[in-house]
């Protein structure tokens, strides 16, 4: 598997919190996506990036920031959860366009 | 916007029979189209991919198909077995304005289910 890893794996808050899910990753891929997955929807594109502190929006951007500082890391923030917002987020990586896409191992969030 | 539609969202086969699944896209300008297989609980995993300059492509018992005139694509299992149960999607890049960043449009799913 590709070096790219999700923290938390799993993850209850409260309706209202923020949160923070990191995504990791040790290829050194310029670009990096978040989608969601809920059932019926496949998997839908929060916000993606194309390098260092190069970020653009999805198509489900509302409710969202992200932030890329390195690289390496690539942060998803709920800035105030909601019931909605409970899903499957995961995190890929690719080296370039057009090419294959390695997905983490998902983080499963639960807003109550 | 990309609309990337998949059907059946469910199928059931025999082992040994053959499975398809189908794809339409919106965007005339899409030119990579993927498919991915997530068994339950995993992350998905690509299994094979197609490029528009191509109008079917083959690995092992895998194969898919583009029809750009029709903007429709299909992925085929031949021989299938149980260990090629889950859930595959396809996907598109939307490319308005030439660049994509790597961007997908996943379609809805199909759960494929094979009997032994």
């Known amino acids: 598997d590709a070096g790219i890893t999700q923290s938390p794996r799993h993850k209850v808050t409260e309706t209202g919190t923020p949160v923070t899910l990191r995504c990791h990753q040790t290829?050194?891929?310029?670009?990096m996506y978040w989608y969601r997955q809920d059932p019926g929807h496949g998997l839908r594109l929060i916000h993606y990036?194309?390098?260092?502190?190069?970020?653009d929006k999805g198509e489900v951007s509302d409710g969202y920031s992200v932030s890329r500082s390195k690289t390496e890391d690539f942060l998803l923030t709920l800035e105030s959860a909601t019931s909605s917002q409970t899903s499957v987020y995961f995190c890929?990586?690719?080296?370039?366009?057009?090419?294959?896409?390695?997905f983490g191992q998902g983080t499963r969030l639960t807003v109550v | 916007g990309e609309n990337v539609e998949q059907h059946p969202s469910t199928l059931s086969v025999q082992e040994g029979d053959s499975a398809v699944i189908k794809c339409t896209y919106s965007?005339?300008?899409?030119?990579?189209f993927p498919w991915y297989k997530q068994e339950l609980g995993k992350r998905p995993q690509l299994i094979i991919d197609?490029?528009?300059?191509?109008g079917e492509k083959k690995d092992q018992r895998i194969a898919v198909t583009l029809n750009k005139t029709a903007k429709h694509f299909s992925l085929h299992i031949t021989e299938t077995q149980p260990e090629d149960s889950a859930v595959y999607f396809c996907?598109?890049?939307?490319?308005?304005?030439?660049?994509?960043?790597?961007?997908?449009?996943f379609g809805q799913g199909t759960i494929l289910t094979v009997h032994p």
């Open positions: 890929a990586i690719t080296q370039a366009q057009n090419t294959e896409a390695f």
């Open positions: 290829e050194n891929h310029r670009y």
């Open positions: 990036s194309y390098g260092v502190k190069d970020t």
């Open positions: 965007d005339s300008a899409s030119n990579y």
């Open positions: 197609i490029r528009s300059n191509v």
């Open positions: 996907a598109a890049n939307p490319n308005a304005g030439g660049t994509s960043y790597g961007k997908l449009t």
